[in-house]
Every structure is written in C-alpha cells, then in structure tokens.
C-alpha cells in the first residue's frame, strides 16, 4: 500500500525555468511533509518542510505547497539550475518527529534534469 | 563534526547467507533509523533504535532484525537472504528521532544478493 506517491517518474527542464515536482498521499492523518534531494552515491539531504497548518513555506528558491483537501503537496525551485539535477523525494510522518520515531513514509522519487 | 558513517559502502552476497551492516550516527544522536531503497519503491522504513531499545518498526519480515550499542552505533541484521534483498541501506541519525534539519541520512550499503 503506497501511502505517498510520485506519479511522474523524471522531469526535464531547462535552465532558469520553473521545476515543479508533485506528490499525493493518502494517509489523512499525515500531518508533517517534508522534501529531500537525492545524487548518486550519497544520502539523502533534507530541503524543506511544511506541517499540515500551513499551505506555504519557502526557502529561497525552493517553495512547498500543501493541498490537504487534495492530500496533494509539490516543490517549485525557481530557478532552475543544472545543480538541482537529482532524484527528489517527498516523505511524510505522522507528527513533527515527536512520537513517530524516525519513521518516514516516503515517494518513490522523481529524477529532475535540469538542461544548460 | 563527522557525518553519520555506514559500512561496508558495498556487499555482495549469495541467497541464504547472512549479513550485518553498520551505522555510526554523529557524535551526540542517540536515534538511529534504517531504511531500505529499492527502484521503484522509495525508501521503506525498516526500524529507529534510540539508547539501545527499538522504539518503531517498520513491514519488514523477522530476518530482518538490529540493534543499538551503548556508544549509539547501530547494526541491522539480515538473515536468510533473497534476490529481493538487494538494495540500499540507509540509516539516518538524529538526537531525538525527529526529521528535517534534525537527521542526518549516510551514503548508506549497497548490498547485491547472487
């Protein structure tokens, strides 16, 4: 049962435009997402978060979007560059980390290419 | 500060052995989460030791089992492999169990099993 989704496998997007990664979940009672980027050979490092109370966070070029009517979130970078090339998951808990106890659920990944 | 340190970094394996992987968290986390990626899949929540106890867990069977030493070093254990098996291994350390700019992900175990 896949709780959080990431339909779109891989993304390609020119340099300087808007990147735009989506995900759905359908856990109600998710209440803290959060965004990591993933490069070949290495760990996954945290972007950004958002908790369920809010529908916006930003974080320079990176912005979150919570829909939780539609259990939908997505991650705009603008703009774009050929650095954010990576494979980015979204995860969500059931809390701020307070009881879940390092459990994330996470999406399967979508691979962005950003072109020069 | 050192990162979070998983070894071996790769690991092949016949089906039906064993293997024991590491993770030592950064100097000062007492929380150790494993996870399991695999194509296709995302990373799947395997199980979070905190000060030696096991305090979540995740759908995985029995043969896949762990522990957390006093120093906080962490091993997972995989028994009785299968092809299915192979993937990478990642742990995460955190002071309290908590995500975001609280933990930290290692490079992780890329195990194979022939």
């Known amino acids: 049962d896949q709780q959080v989704k990431q339909n779109s496998p891989s993304l390609s997007v020119q340099e300087g435009r808007i990147s735009i990664l989506n995900c759905d979940y359908t856990n109600s009672m998710f209440d803290y997402f959060l965004w990591y980027k993933k490069y070949p050979a290495e760990g996954p490092t945290f972007l950004i978060s958002i908790s369920s109370i809010k529908d916006k966070n930003e974080d320079g070029r990176f912005t979150v979007f919570l829909n939780k009517s539609a259990k939908h979130l997505s991650l705009h970078i603008v703009p774009s560059q050929p650095g954010d090339s990576a494979v980015y998951f979204c995860?969500?808990?059931?809390?701020?980390?307070?009881?879940?106890?390092?459990?994330?659920?996470f999406g399967q990944g979508t691979i962005l290419t950003v072109h020069p | 500060k050192a990162g979070v340190t998983q070894t071996p970094r790769y690991l092949i394996k016949t089906r039906g052995q064993q293997v024991t992987l590491s993770c030592s968290p950064i100097?000062?986390?007492?929380?150790v989460s494993w996870y399991q990626q695999t194509p296709g899949q995302g990373l799947q929540f395997l199980f979070e030791y905190f000060s030696e106890t096991q305090r979540n867990k995740g759908n995985f069977p029995g043969r896949f089992s762990g522990r957390q030493f006093s120093n906080s070093r962490s091993e997972m254990n995989v028994s009785t492999l299968e092809l299915g098996d192979s993937a990478l291994y990642l742990c995460?350390?955190?002071?309290?169990?908590?995500?975001?700019?609280?933990?930290?992900f290692g490079q992780g175990t890329r195990l194979t099993v022939v």
């Open positions: 995460a350390s955190s002071q309290q169990g908590g995500f975001g700019k609280e933990a930290f």
């Open positions: 100097s000062g986390h007492r929380s």
């Open positions: 995860a969500a808990s059931l809390d701020a980390g307070g009881t879940s106890y390092g459990k994330l659920t």
